[in-house]
């Protein structure tokens, strides 16, 4: 049995780092994949603002998949921007599950910082929510849990990322999904598979991205990762 996810991240619109085109190609992109789940992972914005968030919309209203997964960045929590995520996208934290898949994604951010927390007071209901039985269990969230080679000195790193991957573990997650960092990068930790997307529309580290960034090694047994950066 297939089934797809196609990941997004990091769409900064309205930006003076935004690459429309690219958003653009990498929706027609998804929309011919035919994924059984899209992933947005946060910085739909720079700032948090309410017209950023309108144009953020407008793109992902393009995908033509009934599963679209979003949750804020780092960016889209500035200026109490997270009202606005609201208002367009729903709840901050979901759950799906489809076709024996179980997607839990929460949302990363504090308002006007950078720096990422999952939480103790949330450990206990992530791991319910994976309690029921699955094919794959993916965890999405914003920030990145594993450094990134290639993105400079580390920071805004999940403050409790230790915990967490731990609380992960626990839980019998199979995938994580981030971004936050703009360079595609996956490690293996044990039997977690852990993808960092890079950016899809913004022009920051992207050449650096394009440049020194591996493919995705999927080990055996693991999800399949297939890195398109669009242009
Ligand atoms: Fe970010």
Redesign the pocket.
């Known amino acids: 049995m297939s089934f797809t996810i196609a990941q997004l991240s990091?769409l900064h619109c309205g930006q003076q780092f935004f690459l429309p085109d690219l958003l653009e190609r990498a929706i027609t992109e998804i929309n011919d994949l035919r994924p059984d789940v899209v992933v947005c992972s946060?910085?739909l914005t720079s700032h948090g603002f309410k017209d950023e968030y309108a144009l953020a919309k407008r793109y992902l209203d393009g995908i033509e998949c009934e599963h679209l997964v979003v949750i804020p960045?780092?960016?889209d929590s500035r200026n109490v921007g997270y009202v606005h995520f609201e208002e367009l996208f729903g709840t901050r934290n979901s759950v799906l599950r489809v076709g024996g898949v179980t997607v839990v994604a929460v949302d990363s951010t504090e308002p006007d910082l950078d720096n990422g927390q999952i939480g103790r007071g949330r450990y206990g209901w992530i791991e319910e929510q994976f309690a029921e039985p699955a094919d794959l269990r993916v965890f999405v969230l914003?920030h990145h849990l594993l450094p990134v080679p290639g993105t400079g000195r580390e920071r805004n790193i999940v403050n409790d990322a230790g915990d967490a991957i731990e609380c992960l573990q626990r839980a019998g997650v199979d995938l994580v999904l981030s971004g936050?960092k703009h360079v595609p990068y996956a490690w293996r930790l044990e039997d977690l598979f852990i993808v960092n997307a890079g950016t899809v529309s913004s022009s920051r580290l992207r050449p650096i991205a394009t440049r020194r960034s591996p493919a995705p090694r999927s080990p055996p047994g693991s999800p399949s990762c297939v890195r398109n950066p669009p242009g």
């Open positions: 990091d946060g910085d960045g780092n960016h914003h936050h």
